[in-house]
């Protein structure tokens, strides 16, 4: 059946924005907002993935996994490699994977001042102050 | 000035200054002295093309048999639609605030493009209706599909199993972002790499027959030849897991490209199969010149979507386990 099933897939339903379900992945009743440092930025398809240290009320480290968007498209607005530098401090509003790991889609990716990490950086204009 | 705002304003100018001279949709013939040429002499449609679009493949029901947009009609739904906001979530399938990720439509290259539909016959704009045979093996696909989505990988999509987008056709589609291309002509062949999902499609163009009809491959088998100054692609041989709006395996595809001036080629498709539909349909699109390169696109190489869907669905089963 599984073999059969795979054949099934109507490619003009690919949704435009989405390379796979976020329903599939994350859970909508488990928002988060998470407050961290950046220990690394996977540039990797399809999705970039942030891991950052998160500290828990009881002074332990959680290490997460924030799922991002497509490299090619943060590259064609002037993102690098060093645009996000390990020990950066980030806040990430976003779901957390339905099988309760430590992971999350972000969201909503900002500084801890409100700005947002992402925007107003192409290649044209000024990257976000660190 | 925001720049996404910025970016759609510097579009809609050109939008305005070039397109509506003349429709795309009936553009001026192109002489072959006007037409660039490659190094063997044909017409050149070598470099970085972007086919991003915001017209929809089949026209608003509201624009009944309204096939062109007056320039300003055409510039205020360019506008429009490239500054719609993201969907609310987080109940729809939105993963993100889409603009942070550069993911948005404002930031996509388009050509000028009058029509109201990419669909230029049926003249309705729509996609001619269904056999009934068609209908029935659609249903047939979903419903042994149905409840087994979540089986194993092999369960899920090709686009989330990084084998192809549907994009890819042919006939090749816009898609939501990166919606770009790089055509590569060599003596005897045209190459077209996408960079949505990675593939190239090899196209002969040394009047080589088709595979024969026992070989059948992801991307069909395209041949080509030129016509004048367009490239006419005809691809057969496609497999039953590549339906293209509910099409069977012996979808037969004629593609044509032609550029029609430095910065554009206007590609347009005709799709036939009488096993799904009852007339064959034919669509355009214009692809506009963009500033390269392509972007590598290892879809497959950090693909932990596909492990964690799987895991979600083994988490939700094990939840309705519990609760019985």
């Known amino acids: ?130 | 000035m925001d720049w996404r705002f910025r970016n759609s304003l510097i579009l809609l100018a050109g939008l305005a200054s070039v397109a509506f001279g003349a429709p795309p949709g009936a553009p001026p013939a192109t002489t072959a002295e006007r037409s660039p040429r490659a190094a063997d002499g044909k017409p050149d449609l070598e470099g970085y093309w972007s086919n991003g679009s915001v017209t929809p493949l089949e026209r608003p029901k509201e624009l009944g048999n309204k096939a062109f947009f007056t320039p300003e009609e055409a510039g205020q739904y360019a506008k429009q639609e490239l500054s719609k906001p993201e969907p609310p979530g987080p109940d729809t399938d939105t993963h993100y605030n889409l603009a942070q990720y550069g993911l948005d439509k404002s930031q996509m290259n388009i050509a000028a493009n009058l029509r109201t539909s990419l669909i230029t016959d049926p003249p309705d704009g729509q996609i001619p209706p269904m056999t009934p045979e068609a209908v029935q093996r659609n249903s047939d696909r979903a419903a042994a599909r149905k409840g087994h989505e979540f089986d194993g990988p092999e369960n899920r999509g090709l686009a989330e199993q990084c084998i192809l987008w549907g994009n890819e056709g042919p006939p090749m589609m816009p898609v939501g972002y990166n919606s770009n291309l790089q055509i590569v002509q060599g003596p005897g062949y045209v190459a077209i790499l996408q960079e949505m999902i990675h593939d190239v499609r090899m196209i002969p163009t040394d009047h080589s027959p088709h595979l024969p009809s026992t070989i059948r491959q992801w991307f069909g088998d395209s041949r080509g030849h030129w016509e004048g100054d367009t490239l006419v692609v005809d691809t057969t041989n496609f497999t039953e897991r590549t339906p293209f709006h509910g099409s069977s395996e012996n979808l037969h595809v004629v593609e044509r490209f032609r550029r029609v001036n430095a910065d554009t080629i206007l590609y347009q498709f005709t799709v036939d199969d009488p096993a799904t539909w009852a007339r064959p349909w034919s669509a355009e699109i214009p692809m506009t010149k963009i500033k390269g390169p392509i972007f590598e696109y290892a879809c497959h190489e950090g693909n932990y979507g596909i492990v964690n869907s799987l895991s979600g669905a083994r988490a939700e089963e094990r939840k309705q386990q519990v609760a019985k």
């Open chain 1, 1 to 130: 059946m599984k073999l059969l099933v795979s054949c099934l897939i109507v490619l003009a339903a690919v949704p435009a924005w989405a390379h796979h379900s976020f329903a599939a992945e994350f859970d909508v009743t488990k928002p988060v907002k998470l407050e961290g440092t950046v220990r690394k930025m996977e540039w990797i398809n399809p999705h970039s993935w942030i891991h950052i240290d998160v500290k828990n009320p009881d002074g332990t480290v959680t290490n997460w996994m924030i799922e991002g968007g497509s490299p090619n498209s943060l590259l064609r607005r002037g993102f690098n490699k060093h645009s996000l530098e390990p020990g950066t401090q980030i806040v990430v509003e976003g779901y957390q994977a339905k099988d309760g790991a430590s992971r999350a889609n972000g969201r909503d990716l900002t500084f801890p001042d409100g700005r947002k990490l992402f925007i107003g950086s192409n290649p044209d204009e000024k990257a976000p102050e660190k």
